[in-house]
């Protein structure tokens, strides 16, 4: 006989273990079923009507197999016509399946592209580039750059522009539309809109490498006037040099505008300091985590193209003192 207390943990477990799934799927509401715009309620629609239809399907097919399960025995049964075999079985399918297409495809998943030809009446455009692991940001049209958080004006059609620097990574908010692949050699386009002002996590939807899932970013949908004051502020040059310590060790990857460090390999971290996450949301961006994350780069986030500098301690205090300070 196996011990009770065995028994009481697997049992509380089996009840806990939904509440756990409910916490991790609802609550980080990273999912297509917590619709924010018009074009994922269109996405969650098709969802459910596909669950439906499906389910309705299986339950059909189930019923009439069990029905044929308990006739099977019965005498001076006919075996079913040619025609009721064609009808239930190739007719019936092809129709559900081409109404379901028609549906999904030619009047919800349509309407999730932004129109072409209507981009320059579109109130904002916004680029974004991907790489292995992180998102560059551009506001074309303005100086502003920036790195794994967006920010969009709430309620405003906002075209995102796609392309990648290296493999082929997926653009995705799942509570905002569907996926846009990045592609080397072609742009994409996907509308982002936002019906309320929040926080929206975006995640790579395309195996890219090691650190696929650790390529996250934020969209913040922001009311008008705050938005407008962000997009100000990134346009900004940093203001006053970088110490040397950052030329000699950060400056061969990363640029500062207004300063001699100029490089395009990782984040432009002009304003890395009003951020609140950093190496595209593994870390918020805190000095103790930021501190961590210049000592021990490959340990915070292994295969990241970020290499280990072999800083001091006095370095990293000095470099995360600088770095928090570009607000
Ligand atoms: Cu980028 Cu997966």
Redesign the pocket.
């Known amino acids: 006989m196996k011990p009770t207390g065995d028994r009481l943990p697997r049992a509380r477990l089996v009840t806990l273990l939904p509440l756990a799934l409910l916490a991790t799927g609802c609550g980080s509401k990273q999912s297509s079923l917590a619709p924010e715009s018009p074009s994922a309620h269109s996405i969650a629609t098709i969802w459910w009507i596909m669950l439906a239809g499906s389910g309705l399907g299986l339950a059909v097919i189930v019923g009439i197999l069990v029905a044929a399960w308990f006739k099977r025995d019965a005498p001076g049964r006919d075996r079913p016509g040619t025609i009721t075999v064609l009808a239930l079985g190739i007719v019936t399918p092809i129709l559900v399946l081409v109404a379901l297409f028609a549906y999904s495809d030619i009047f919800l998943i349509r309407g999730t592209s932004p129109p072409v030809a209507s981009a320059a009446s579109r109130e904002l455009t916004v680029r974004v580039i991907?790489h292995?692991?992180w998102w560059e940001v551009r506001y074309p049209g303005t100086t502003a750059i920036t790195a794994n958080e967006i920010h969009i004006p709430v309620r405003t059609h906002v075209v995102m522009l796609v392309h990648t620097d290296d493999?082929i990574?997926?653009f995705w908010v799942p509570q905002l539309n569907r996926k846009i692949d990045?592609e080397p050699e072609q742009v994409n386009r996907v509308e982002l809109y936002a019906d309320k002002v929040g926080r929206y996590r975006g995640q790579?939807?395309?195996?890219?490498?090691l650190q696929?899932?650790h390529?996250g970013f934020y969209v913040f949908a922001d009311p008008p006037a705050t938005f407008r004051h962000w997009l100000a502020r990134e346009q900004q040059p940093a203001s006053g040099a970088p110490p040397p310590l950052f030329m000699d060790k950060c400056s061969s990857c990363h640029a500062i505008r207004g300063t001699p460090a100029s490089a395009n390999v990782g984040p432009d971290l002009t304003h890395v300091g009003g951020r609140t996450s950093l190496a595209a949301l593994t870390i918020p961006n805190t000095p103790v985590r930021l501190r961590e994350w210049l000592r021990e780069t490959q340990h915070v986030k292994p295969g990241s193209l970020m290499p280990d500098l072999n800083l001091t301690d006095a370095q990293v205090r000095q470099l995360t003192r600088y770095l928090e300070g570009l607000k």
């Open positions: 991907g292995q692991f493999v990574h997926s990045m790579c939807s395309e195996f890219c490498g696929h899932a390529m």
